[in-house]
């Protein structure tokens, strides 16, 4: 196994100053090192995981027609289906019961109705980032 050369004491201040602004990733490709060299010394250097800027979920757009919310929600249905077949013993409820959530708002798009009872768009941006976030962890 070949061992990388010692972080400099420029690449450790370059490192210190990017954290929580680059993610480990960044930093790792502006410093010519690997990523899992770069996280081994955030973890040396004590840095929090908190406050890291790990590489985000991209947020779901909000959508302004109905027509392209259903757009939107098909295309959840059909992810949450491949979630749904690769899931664990222990994920399957949940991936399960934001499946049948989907599958209840394309049902009630289709049926003319808003996003459910009084919600509107609100309820379906909350829906889609709730699923969005449970999918990234």
Do not use: C, H
């Amino acid at each position: 196994m070949s061992w990388s050369k010692p972080f400099t004491e420029d690449e450790i201040t370059f490192v210190r100053e990017s954290f929580g602004q680059l993610s480990p990733t960044e930093m790792a490709q502006r410093l010519g090192r690997s990523k899992r060299g770069v996280n081994n010394l955030i973890s040396r250097l004590g840095l929090r995981a908190s406050s890291k800027a790990e590489e985000p979920a991209p947020a779901p757009p909000r959508q302004a027609a109905s027509g392209s919310q259903l757009d939107a929600l098909l295309e959840l249905r059909d992810i949450l289906r491949l979630a749904l077949l690769d899931a664990g013993p222990q994920s399957i409820p949940k991936v399960a019961r934001e499946y049948r959530e989907t599958l209840d708002e394309i049902e009630r798009l289709r049926d003319g109705g808003e996003s459910g009872p009084g919600r509107g768009e609100d309820a379906f941006d909350a829906l889609l980032g709730a699923i969005g976030r449970k999918l990234s962890s």
